[in-house]
């Protein structure tokens, strides 16, 4: 399970190369994820370049991925919790979903790393242990909800 | 215009369209009717480059093979059946993706012209007073609306449409069929319509294509199709004896 322990600020400069070329990537194709949301016919019948578009996102995402995986090992449900959170409060545009899942993700990390260093102090917890923890009865409220 | 000459296309290397040809003018209303499977979608979907074809489809004297999406896309829309909505856009949010195609690449975003063109298709839709509403809360009628009004701010020459009609009540597809009228009148711009409705064929086409088993069994004017015997030999009924039966019923 993953884990930010034993992991410095070199570790950070190191990712955030990897998060610019990542973000400022998909960034750009936002308009076109918002097409492509309501499928491929629709969206190539809008201009959209499909294939291509479909060919780069898959590269800076698994840029943004592998950064992410490569620093702190898997850490499950923050990439479910946070874009379903964003688009509760921001809107469905992925140009403002995009964004605000990344620092609210971001921020539920810290606050996940703090309590997983802090619950059984002096021992440390993965901090994959905490976000399964939030993250499970989370999609299981969102479950229910739906099927009511 | 819009010229359609020899095209066969399919899906897995099958053709399913074999050898459609016609031609369009600005301001007309072609509808395709043929039964269950006979090939409407698909030949509605080459024609908007959706799916490769054979032949030679030209919009403006350029073959569309050679058009890149975006240009096409200001050229030729295809209206679809959208069955599922996975996040829920406002409308408005949904009307300004009609825009895409018209921004510019480097910068995408919505100019004054844009936004204007969009509140303006909201409108000659009806939809203005529900522009903040989200579309995974609307009804079907207001969902169809909500998608012609995207193709209305897109502002193609040629407006494809399949099904627009399936699931609504009469009122509801007769005030589509309207909007596109209208905004067909207003702007000279022709339409193409998959329809099963053969009453709404007979009030809203100028041509009927008659298709049977991805074949043209006819191509001409409304009157000239729809009083023949091909229906009859394309949907294997006896239409006129039908169609008398409900009128005595409904007189009665």
Not at chain 1, 26 to 31: C, D, E, G, I, Q
Request: proline residues 3%.
């Amino acid at each position: 399970m993953g884990s930010f322990s034993l992991r410095g600020w070199n570790y950070v400069k190191a990712a955030s190369i990897f998060f610019v070329i990542g973000i400022t990537g998909v960034m750009k194709y936002t308009n076109e994820m918002d097409l492509l949301s309501f499928g491929e016919d629709e969206a190539k019948s809008n201009g959209v370049e499909t294939e291509k578009v479909k060919k780069k996102l898959l590269i800076f995402s698994s840029i943004l991925t592998g950064s992410s995986v490569a620093l702190s090992g898997t850490i499950g449900f923050v990439d479910l919790i946070a874009p379903h959170v964003a688009r509760k409060f921001f809107g469905s545009k992925h140009i403002y979903v995009l964004p605000i899942s990344a620092v609210f993700g971001g921020a539920l990390m810290i606050f996940s790393d703090i309590i997983a260093r802090t619950i059984v102090s002096p021992s440390e917890l993965p901090v994959g242990a905490v976000t399964s923890l939030i993250g499970a009865p989370f999609f299981a409220y969102i479950y229910f909800k739906k099927s009511r | 215009m819009f010229n359609v000459n020899h095209i066969f296309c399919g899906y897995n290397n099958q053709d399913i369209i074999k050898d459609i040809s016609f031609d369009l003018e600005p301001g007309c209303n072609l509808s395709i009717i043929g039964p269950n499977g006979c090939g409407k979608s698909t030949l509605l979907k080459a024609l908007a480059h959706i799916i490769p074809y054979k032949g030679s489809i030209r919009i403006d004297n350029t073959e569309i093979k050679k058009m890149n999406r975006k240009t096409l896309a200001r050229n030729i829309a295809l209206m679809t059946q959208i069955n599922s909505i996975y996040f829920p856009y406002t409308v408005y949010e949904t009307v300004s993706l009609g825009r895409y195609c018209h921004m510019d690449s480097v910068l995408p975003r919505l100019s004054p012209l844009d936004k204007d063109i969009i509140y303006d298709s909201m409108e000659k839709v009806g939809l203005l007073s529900i522009r903040n509403a989200k579309i995974n809360q609307l009804s079907g009628g207001q969902l169809q609306r909500v998608f012609l009004a995207k193709i209305f701010a897109q502002d193609p020459k040629v407006i494809l449409l399949d099904e627009p009609t399936n699931h609504l009540d009469l009122r509801y597809q007769i005030e589509l069929l309207e909007y596109i009228n209208e905004w067909k009148k207003q702007k000279k711009r022709a339409t193409i319509t998959v329809l099963h409705d053969l009453n709404l064929v007979q009030e809203y086409a100028d041509k009927v294509i008659l298709l049977s088993n991805g074949k043209m069994h006819s191509y001409g004017s409304t009157k000239d199709i729809l009083i023949n015997d091909a229906l009859e030999e394309v949907y294997r009924i006896d239409i006129k004896k039908w169609m008398t039966k409900v009128l005595i019923k409904w007189e009665a």
